[in-house]
């Protein structure tokens, strides 16, 4: 197991991720169980995170691959624990960084899953009569418009304050990854499904109230610690709704309505910077994955649309 040391060097670089870069809580947690399986395999051999050379390093990915673990999780583990050293570094614990100039095993670019517009609409459809009474049909129904129209994460989406949809906004703010915050547009169908929605929690609050209770801050209450839906409720709803659609459920997740919402714009002309603002990527390259779904599209396009092109 590692040892105390090991333990106080990941604890205070997590704190500082969390303080000083606003790393989200799942991205801290992946973090430390990625540090921590790095220092229980050094100390197993009697090493410690401040003796660690770059061999040690290079023996723990080559351990790693021989798990047979992902490239996507190799990459990710020595990301973390270039990190970690960089801000050992930092601190004075180290005068090196041993990580710095290793390359990772480069993680596969997969192409995102889509679904057609078709599909998406059968969803829409099934979300709205999948409830067992009516007040689930109507916090259904808002979700997935409110996903479909926005592109927000799933963790965006759930947690959603109620006070950034009061008064029937064109737009709404919305806090995502290392707490930046962006404006995000909404279509005429979510602005519909969320004042019908808005009218039951109204309604709901007002009878809390009287009875004592203190009203939700979040637009989609949960029972959950946090006080809102969880990701894990949305991601097996929309598994069901799926099914209700008659699509294969191990095609949708709350991600790939992201990727849809993303791929339809750009099908439609929408310029690849709106998208990248909208969807809150850092960099334009992980926007530019979009380019490569629509190659049939566009291949079709130049077939069908071009003056030069052969008939029949």
């Known amino acids: ?13 997590l704190d500082a991720c969390a303080a000083e870069l606003g790393a989200a809580r799942n991205t801290q947690l992946a973090y430390g169980r990625d540090l921590m399986d790095f220092a229980d395999w050094l100390a197993r051999r009697g090493l ?19 798990q047979g673990l992902s490239k996507a999780t190799r990459a990710r583990r020595l990301s973390s624990i270039r990190q970690l050293y960089r801000f050992a570094f930092e601190e004075g614990w180290r005068t090196d960084n041993p990580a710095l100039r290793l ?4 993680r596969a670019q997969s192409l995102p899953k889509i679904l057609t517009e078709a599909e998406v609409t059968r969803l829409m459809d099934a979300a709205r009569t999948r ?14 418009e409110l996903l479909y129209a926005t592109g927000l994460r799933v963790s965006e989406l759930v947690g959603l304050p109620l006070a950034a ?22 279509s005429g169908p979510a602005r519909s499904a969320l004042a019908a929605w808005l009218g039951h929690r109204d309604a709901e609050d007002e009878a809390g109230r009287k009875a004592g209770r203190a009203p939700s801050r ?13 990701r894990q409720y949305f991601h097996c709803l929309v598994k069901d709704v799926a099914v209700l659609a ?21 099908a439609h002309g929408a310029d690849l910077r709106v998208i990248q603002t909208l969807l809150g990527h850092a960099d334009v390259a992980t926007t530019e994955i979009y380019t490569h779904v629509l190659d049939d599209h566009l291949k079709d396009l130049v077939l069908t649309k071009h003056p030069l092109a052969r008939k029949g």
Do not use: Q
């Not at 770059?54 to 080559?62: H, I, K, Q, S, T």
């Not at 390359?103 to 480069?106: A, L, Q, V, Y």
């Not at 949809?165 to 909404?186: F, N, Q, S, T, Y």
């Open 131 to 144: 409830g067992r009474n009516p007040v689930d049909r109507l916090r259904d129904t808002a979700l997935f």
């Open 246 to 266: 008659g699509i294969s459920p191990s095609r949708v997740t709350p991600h790939v309505l992201r990727h849809a919402f993303a791929t339809h714009l750009l």
């Open 165 to 186: 949809v009061r008064g029937d906004p064109r737009m709404i703010l919305v806090r995502g990854k290392g707490d930046k915050e962006r404006m995000v547009p909404l």
């Open 103 to 106: 390359t990772g095993p480069g």
């Open 218 to 230: 979040f637009l989609f209450p949960g029972e959950g610690r946090e006080g809102h839906l969880t």
């Open 1 to 13: 197991m590692a040892d105390a040391e090991a333990s106080r060097w990941i604890a205070t670089f």
């Open 48 to 66: 410690g995170l401040a003796e660690a050379g770059r061999e040690a390093v290079e023996d723990y990915l080559v351990h790693c691959d021989a």
